[in-house]
């Protein structure tokens, strides 16, 4: 009973199994899209459109690498610089200068002037005391006045005694009078003649009395010897002036001064390079306080001794133009050129180094650096100036341009600065 039902399951079981594998079998006419395919498709996609914008940005100088370049600046540059032979260093020195002080010792009582000051020939810098000198003065002239007063004593007498004895001669000769009355007029007469010559000797002598006195009140005043500047004060009101300043607590100068338009420049120049310097050699001078400017200059003298030390000798150089910001001690560099300049020479003009001018197509052009980026820019030149060429239109004084430009610079390229 039990094999005869398990023989059915079995049957059965077998015919169910049939038909479920046959259900199982992949129809191959139904075709079916796989997941893993279309994910690669959009990877290719994907990689080919960052192709596309990483063509565009490279061809547009986005992501370009950057080109290593030199720099360098425009410039002004002065046409003297393509004339000069020698340049020396040196200092503006006043060639007429002075301490000024007094020949008496006294208190300085009042001071007229300061650091700065412009003064005159004659011009009362500082006074002294002089109260002695003043009294001094006033009895000299008192004295003169006794001697004038004298003389005129003299005269009146004189002229009394010159009518008597001349009235007594004629008497005398008639022998009116006796002769020892003419021998007093006559003795009279030589009195009062010795008196008129004792009273002119008198007045001379109080005359120089009175000349010494207005000497010494004027050693009391202390006057500038020519025109000049107050460079510094060395003395105030209070101190004790000597004319050697012996004591501890004396000044010996009140103030010194520097006639201004006296200055010129000292310059050491090396015995090697002294055949180029010429007497009346044109010279530009150009001072460190006053970088913009350049002022005209000559050689003045070149002084006949020898630095043995520095085996340099002292040249002299004046200014042709005078300007009153120029002061004594500034330091100064004096360009020795080869001719004189011309009057439009005498200005500075932009420059740019000849390396850094690009021809393309008839124009001249730079290439400006702005940021990390370069900048084509088309310029108008001028004259050349040494290694360099002036620039007239386009560039300005201060801009930054590329040395030497590489071919495959172009505009927009981003550039690896390398300062010059």
Not at 137 to 161: I, M, P, T, Y
Request: net charge positive; charged share 25%; with cysteine.
């Amino acid at each position: 009973m039990f094999y005869e039902n398990y023989s059915i399951f079995d049957e059965g079981h077998k015919e169910m199994g049939n038909e479920d594998l046959s259900k199982l079998k992949i129809d191959k006419s139904v075709r079916t899209f796989r997941p893993a395919k279309r994910r690669k498709l959009i990877y290719w996609g994907v990689f080919l459109l960052l192709i596309i914008i990483a063509g565009f940005l490279y061809f547009n100088g986005f992501i370009s690498p950057s080109v290593p370049v030199e720099i360098a600046t425009l410039s002004q540059v002065y046409p003297s610089q393509t004339l000069s032979q020698l340049n020396a260093s040196g200092y503006v020195v006043a060639q007429r200068k002075a301490a000024v002080a007094s020949k008496l010792t006294g208190r300085l009582v009042s001071l007229m002037v300061e650091e700065g000051s412009r003064v005159k020939e004659g011009q009362v810098i500082a006074r002294l005391e002089n109260e002695d000198a003043v009294a001094a003065r006033d009895q000299a002239e008192a004295n003169l006045r006794v001697a004038k007063a004298n003389l005129e004593g003299a005269k009146a007498e004189f002229e009394e005694a010159s009518l008597t004895f001349n009235r007594d001669k004629q008497l005398i000769a008639k022998g009116v009078i006796s002769k020892s009355q003419y021998d007093t007029s006559e003795a009279r007469f030589l009195r009062a003649q010795a008196s008129v010559a004792a009273a002119e000797a008198g007045i001379k002598a109080s005359s120089a009395s009175l000349q010494g006195t207005n000497v010494a009140l004027e050693y009391t005043l202390i006057r500038a010897p020519f025109d000049a500047v107050v460079l510094t004060k060395n003395a105030d009101i209070g101190d004790i002036v000597t004319p050697l300043g012996a004591a501890a607590n004396a000044k010996a100068a009140v103030v010194t001064i520097a006639d201004l338009s006296s200055l010129q420049v000292e310059v050491d120049v090396s015995e090697t390079n002294l055949g180029i310097v010429k007497i009346k050699q044109p010279c530009e001078i150009q001072l460190d306080a006053i970088p913009d400017l350049r002022f005209r200059g000559e050689v003045h003298a070149i002084v006949p001794t020898a630095d043995r030390a520095k085996a340099t000798v002292m040249v002299k150089v004046r200014f042709l133009d005078k300007d009153p910001r120029i002061f004594p001690e500034m330091r100064a560099k004096v360009i020795f050129l080869s001719r004189p300049l011309k009057q439009e020479e005498g200005k500075p003009r932009t420059a740019v180094i000849r390396s850094a001018i690009v021809h393309q197509g008839g124009k001249k052009i730079i290439y400006l650096v702005q940021g990390d980026r370069v900048v084509e820019t088309p310029i108008v030149t001028g004259e050349p100036l040494g290694e360099m060429i002036e620039v007239l239109e386009g560039a300005k004084a201060g801009d930054r341009v590329v040395a030497k430009p590489p071919r495959r610079l172009k505009d927009g390229s981003r550039v690896k600065m390398a300062e010059k």
